[in-house]
């Protein structure tokens, strides 16, 4: 069977297509996931991406190859980056499912943590890991052991936890729930397969800390505003990630307010 360009296989059951929306904040652009036994003649696709005409044509390409026809479509969270192209679910005549179906731009079933989709010869089972979003969900495929893991970590460097959708204190709890899955490999919404999923998940775990005790250390050394804040602890970063970086930093100062180890009037924060 030829495969077309732009699709690349990751396991027996997995293949992945690149949507053409680098950034940043997206890496090479979007993963979109395509999930079927070979033979079935269903995929499930996971984040369609960007409506973009060359990412469809190459996702409905792949999906043809694989002699398959799309039996389902899964967000693992409702921004853009993943979810603009929902509608495609219709085209396909498939059911699309998410967290938050209210958040999404096409009708949409609720699949709640613990939720299954079946189809194709597999079975993604729902991780509700807020923190990234409130609506965000890990993807474990039953059969292969492998996590999809959207925005909740990334391939390559961090996700952004981004005030106020973003939730520090939550993020670090799903982070611990991942880590509980023991995931044979991380399939991320964005950047390369993960294959040490224990080893990430420790990393960002380490890295979200670090970050706090910076926060911490700056309210301490008499920075009051996020924006003071980010100009000291993001000295080193490419200042047009300074913008997301202060929801970054506001979504640390909630949670250091929320557990009482800073305090927050009118908008400047101080130590506690
Ligand atoms: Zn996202």
Known sequence: MSRPAGVRRLDEVTAVVLAPNPSPLTLEGTNTYLLGAPGSGEVVVVDPGPDDPAHRAAVDAAVAAAGARVAAVVLTHHHADHAEASGWAAAWGAPLHAFAPGLVPAP???????????????????????????????????????????????????????????????????????????????????GPVVHDAAGLVAAYLAHRLEREEQVLAALRAGDATPGEVVARVYADVDPVLHAPAERSVRAHLAKLVAEGRATARDDRFAPR
């Not at 969900?137 to 970590?153: E, Q, S």
């Not at 939730?167 to 919404?189: E, F, T, V």
């Open 108 to 190: 949409a079933r609720a699949l709640g943590d613990g939720g299954t989709v079946a189809a194709g010869g597999v079975a993604l089972e729902a991780v509700h890991t807020p923190g990234h979003t409130g609506d965000h969900l890990c993807l474990r495929v039953r059969d292969t052991g492998v996590v999809l893991t959207g925005d909740h970590v990334l391939g390559r460097g961090t996700t952004m936890v981004a005030w106020p959708d973003g939730d520090m204190a939550a993020y670090l709890d799903s982070l611990r729930r991942l880590g509980r899955l023991g995931a044979g490999a991380l399939y991320p919404g964005h």
